[in-house]
């Protein structure tokens, strides 16, 4: 007896469920990517009980015939693609004629939906469906309720209320980002969440989403290529987080995962974080449909780009182009010992948002408008581009305190305090860099040097790496089973071990996965300028100090060590003023 049969559309429709409809907030996903396809510029998103009781997406969409809305049910129905030639061009974000039948088959479902006439009521109840004429404005209304009733295991994995409202105030946040063309609301438990003005400008959505203090700290960014456009915005260090959420690629319209861009991005601002901190960024990416491959997953989240590499390389130049172009010397109140008055704005926290005031100016131009009340005085001199970023004549030290920070006037009132060791190392950094950029700078070791390493690194030190190590000035050449002669070092300041540094850096190579020599090269450098500079704890004369205010300013970057710490902080005339008192008077 023949033991295959095919299974019945229900069940198929609550595997394929398994797939796309995890949680509320997946729900969530695929309702509001079926309004964005519909062209709707308003969608609201209702949720009670975390999703356990209600979802509910309102769009003004183009809403369907009573005959679509009766089809939309069924398995592999879809408006949206119909050859294959469309498969591989896909412009909108929906395209399985998923979505619904595996929602349906996991939850009750009512779908109100009129394209301006008579419209048409579609109901789902315990997998049965009804459908009456209704009276409807133009657009859908999608209802679902008891998610999950009939797949326990499901419904007992949900979290808890607040955990499940996170997921779904995420998810809508980032179909918002993706969208600043459309008016976005949320309503949790009836309450107002969320609300974006829709006016198509991605630093307003942004401050909605956000608030006004990551709004305040944001650097434009864009790209253009022939084959793709990037537009959005970088968080400056002040609004580093302690995990990769903030870091939001939207492509097409579509939020992705693509983790390669992810960590492109993360390199990029090496320079301007502490090493556990990642940095806020959205950016939006639009591609020519033919290069992106979005059938990879059924929650079409991750995808394939065929330039991805050149991308990855792009960003990895650019982004810190566009950072140091910015003023970036951080300011006393961003680590806050002397705010006793905090702006109202500053409460306007991530995903806790309250939203009254800001939307209700919708006609006026709210970011600029309190950005003039707030924003710090022009820093330090700044020039766009190279050389000389900070004009060390108008830094002059007065003295050293702690015997760790260099104090100095800053010419126009206010005063700067520079950590020596994070000044030193920066400069040494910059000079590392250099030296390492030019041929030929390369050097016996000063006494022979044999470097043993286990029989793992041995297997692990392959022919490309020892190619990748001679590029950055280290010439190994096999001595022995297990071991290396060092035959060429790069060429250092007096005292740095040379051992010490071969084998970091050996270590580096062996560890890498991908032969990253951007990343090898900045570690040995910056490992180096570390060792190489002066520590906290010494005494500088006023002339040590000129000296390395001098260099500092020859940097490019002097805002940051290597590390990503800061290098000045500054208190500017006015924000003295401000702090004893003495502005308006
Ligand atoms: N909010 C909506 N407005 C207009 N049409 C919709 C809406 N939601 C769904 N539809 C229609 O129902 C079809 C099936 O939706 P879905 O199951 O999500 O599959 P897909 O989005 O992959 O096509 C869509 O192709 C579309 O024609
Ligand atoms: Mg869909």
Redesign the pocket.
Known sequence: MSKIHVLDIELANQIAAGEVIERPSSVVK??V???L??N?NNIAVYIVAAGREEIR?E?N????SKE??V???SRH?????SSKFDLFHIK???????????ISSVANVE?L?SQGDVGTLVKIKNNVLTSEVARSRK??I?KITNLFYNTPARLKYLKADYTENANTIETFTRLALAHPEVAFSLYIDNKLRLETSGRGDLKETIMNLYGLHVAKNLVPFSYKTPDYEIEGYLGKAELARSNRYSIIVNLNGRNVYMPKVQAAIIDAYHDFLAPTRYPFVVLNFKIEPALVDFNVHPTKKEVRFSKETELRLALIRLIPETLLQTDLVARPYQSEPFIYEKKAEEKYEQLTLKFEDSVKEKESPIIQERESEVLPQRPLEIKKGDDSVIKSPFLQPIGQLNLTYIVCEDGEGGFCLIDQHAAMERINYEHFQDVLSKPKHVRSPLTPLLIDLTAAETQLLTKDKLELLLTVGIKLVPFGINSFRVEEVPIFQKGYDEELYVRDVINIAINENELDLTKLYREAISSMACKASIRANQFLSISDMKNVIDSLSKTTNPYTCPHGRPVIIRFTKYELEKMFKRTGT
Do not use: C, H, Q, W
């Open positions: 695929e309702l990517e079926n309004a396809d519909a709707a997406v769009d969409g183009e809403g369907m679509d809305a089809l939309a049910f129905a879809t408006s949206k693609i909108t974000l929906g395209f399985r004629g998923e979505a619904l039948p595996s779908l939906t657009g859908t999608v």
